[in-house]
């Protein structure tokens, strides 16, 4: 397999791991924000709880990400950071706030307006930042980034401020909602608490549910080639099959209390979305003038970049795989 394949597989991978660790962190924040009720206090506390130990480790994946598109897929890098550098800022600003307000509200004043006034950054930022994320990969799926010679031509706009684009980020807000209230309900032994994640996360699930068909349905005449690619590839059916049976799956086993099966489903859910996006949209890393081939830099950057990657890895999976076995046992 080519070089530039491998590393276009660790970025997909990388981008998994960032929507099931650091996305199911937005969807706590969204639902931080939509605490309410006679545990309401409780509910936060949990959503703290739930996301303190490991919420920086998520962001590894994301940095990597970057790094290997910088390094591997330089010029492919140089588009998207110019064409959605406004979306792109949006999110990393949403980032840093998400993170202060997190530690301010946790280690400063514990007082009502101090503690208000964080809340809603944290929750604002936990909004925004997976939004723009959605909006980012719903142009990068749409084709409207053009090359030219080698060169992006841009607006800086009109790419990413689009019905579908925007409809994706939206589908991509549900979904971190949805998979973050799933793994709530086992981050609590109460069972009225379990019960209020639990309605969360059927919610959820069924907005989920119909931002994918409003995005289908915008797809048409936004993203026509990802379109084609989800409908009419010979393995669209089944893949589409199968992530509808596993989604319906998720929702059985919360309706019945399964929580365990529901988290399994959950994760498997946004997997198989992420990866349908994927191979609807390969050969191209951007739709529709820059394959992976075309992006690669010279194979005498992807040699040692792909030693440093194992040689990492071997450093950095045993560690993170003990830090979540301390502080996510469960």
């Not at 830099?297 to 792909?306: D, G, I, W």
Request: hydrophobic share 60%; glycine share 10%; net charge positive.
């Amino acid at each position: 397999m080519p070089l530039e394949l491998w590393l276009a597989g660790v970025v997909m991978v990388s981008l998994n791991l960032y929507a099931l660790g650091a996305g199911a962190d937005f969807g706590g924040g969204v639902w931080d924000m939509l605490a309410r009720g006679p545990r309401e206090r409780a509910q936060r506390e949990t959503i703290a709880h739930a996301i303190g130990p490991i919420w920086e480790a998520n962001h590894v994946w994301l940095i990597l990400v970057i790094v290997l598109l910088f390094v591997a897929f330089p010029v492919a890098f140089a588009a998207l950071a110019t064409a959605l550098h406004i979306p792109l800022t949006l999110m990393l600003i949403g980032i840093v706030l998400r993170g202060s307000a997190f530690t301010f509200r946790g280690y400063g004043g514990q007082d009502d307006a101090v503690q208000r006034r964080w809340g809603r950054t944290f929750a604002m930022a936990s909004v925004v930042t997976p939004l723009m994320l959605g909006v980012c990969a719903g142009a990068v799926a749409s084709g409207a980034i053009r090359m030219r010679g080698g060169r992006v031509v841009t607006d800086f706009v009109s790419a990413w401020l689009a019905p579908f684009p925007l409809s994706i980020g939206l589908f991509t807000l549900a979904l971190f909602a949805f998979l973050a209230a799933v793994y709530l309900t086992l981050e609590t032994e109460d069972r009225p608490l379990q019960d209020d994640f639990r309605r969360r996360a059927l919610l959820a699930a069924l907005a989920v549910g119909a931002m994918a068909l409003v995005c289908f349905l915008l797809s048409s005449s936004g993203a026509p080639s990802i379109r084609r690619g989800l409908a009419r590839e010979w393995w669209s059916l089944p893949f589409q099959a199968v992530t509808g049976l596993v989604a319906a799956g998720a929702i059985g086993a919360l309706w019945t209390r399964r929580f365990p099966l529901a988290r399994v489903l959950a994760m498997a859910q946004v997997t198989l979305v992420l990866w349908g996006w994927g191979l609807a949209q390969f050969p191209y890393l951007i739709e529709p003038d820059l394959t992976f081939e075309a992006a690669a830099a010279p194979a005498t950057v992807l040699r040692p970049l792909l030693a440093a990657l194992g040689a990492g890895a071997v450093v950095a999976g045993p560690s993170l795989l003990y830090l979540y076995r301390v502080f996510k046992a469960r």
